[in-house]
Structure formats: C-alpha cells, structure tokens
C-alpha cells in the first residue's frame, strides 16, 4: 500500500452521520451472539473503492470486543511509523492470508496473536461482516469475536507501536461519526472518522466499524 500524503486530521470535517446510538441493550454478548446467529437483511456501506484492473490483496483483521465490567471495548492498535503501509495510523489486529491459514477466521487469528499476543484461548468468534475492499487494493474480512479477560497482551514491536481500547458504546453511535473528504489523482475520497481521546479512528477501520454499526443497529 502506498503511504498516504496527506493529513486526515486536517481536513475540514463536512458532516456528522449522526444516528442514534445503538442502544445499551444490545451491546451485551448474549444480544450480540444472538445477532450474528441470526442476522436480519441489512445493507453495508463502503465508502472506498478498490483501484480498477488491480488485482486486491486478501486480508483479515479480528475486531475483538474485550468483554470488560463497565461494558464491552473494542481493542485496538497504532502501527508504528516505519511501516511502508498504514504507519502511524489505528487499526484492528490482522493481516495478509497465508497459504497455510485454513480460513479468514484463521488469518484474523493468527496475525492477532502474532502481532499482539492476543491467545487464541480468550477468543470467542461470532462471526463476520461483509468483504471491505479498500482504494489501496485489500479485500479485508473483518472477523468479531468476543475476548475474555483476563488476558497478557505482548505487542510486536515491528508493527505495534500500542494497544488500546476504546468502549464499544462510544463507538457505536453516529453522532461519533465524522464524514470527510479530499480530492485525489483519481477521484474524491470520502471517509469517516471517529476520534476517541487523542487517538485517530479513521479510514478502512472507521469503514468497518460504520458496518458493524449499520448491523447492530437493523431491525
């Protein structure tokens, strides 16, 4: 992926999504195991495009909703800045399929563990949401999963810069949703963010979150 030449976070932000959160019920794992078991007709929403006649690269990232008493939270990580793709930027644990990986599951899992030494043990997985293909040429299975402390985390210093996690209810409400955009070579880039604290949720993982929103949220 090419490095990106521009800074998100100075950009104007045109509009707030602005739906109502998800309510506090269904952040429970019972209602949310219940979700993915049994998921209604839903539509996702993908704001990138995958560049024309390039052939996209597969990938999966777990989206691990760390099952903690104040309420669930969505761990994280920030890529260290001598990354050639995506360095410096928040992004779900996850990475290229290897030919010896049995599934996305198995993808997600395995460069979750390689890159935050997140035990496959502590995961519980619900399922996935749509294929995310993003204008620097990925096709991404976000794979959620449950996770139950207590847990060790041990980030690997190539790619993990941190860890963090952000509580899933902040997250899942529009009015945390920021739409931006910028004209690029090849057309207007649109994109959401969600700043949390002085962490910068933007781009393909925003993308992703704005899909487990869309399904939380269905009726």
Known sequence: MAAFLFDPQGLPVEAIAGEPAVPAERLTAPWLRQRFAHPPVWRPEEVEAAPAG????????????????????????????????????????????????????????????????????????????????????????????????????????????????VPLAFLMDGAHHQRLSLPLPGGRRSFYAMPYDRF??????????????HLLRAE
Do not use: C, K
């Open 54 to 165: 390039a052939s996209p690269r597969v990938a999966a990232v777990l989206v691990p909703l760390v099952l903690r008493e104040a309420g669930l939270t969505l761990l994280l990580t920030r890529r260290t800045e001598h990354l050639s793709s995506h360095a410096g930027q928040v992004s779900f644990p996850g990475g290229g399929v290897e030919a010896h990986d049995a599934s996305a599951i198995d993808t997600a899992l395995r460069e979750t563990e390689e890159e935050v030494g997140l035990a496959r043990r502590h995961v519980d997985v619900l399922g996935t949401l749509p294929v995310y293909h993003t204008s620097t040429g990925y096709s991404v299975t976000p794979v959620v999963a449950l996770v139950a402390p207590p847990f060790e985390l041990r980030a690997d210093p190539r790619e993990v810069a941190e860890i963090f996690e």
């Open 200 to 213: 910068y949720i933007w781009g393909a993982t925003a993308g992703m979150l704005r899909n487990l929103f």
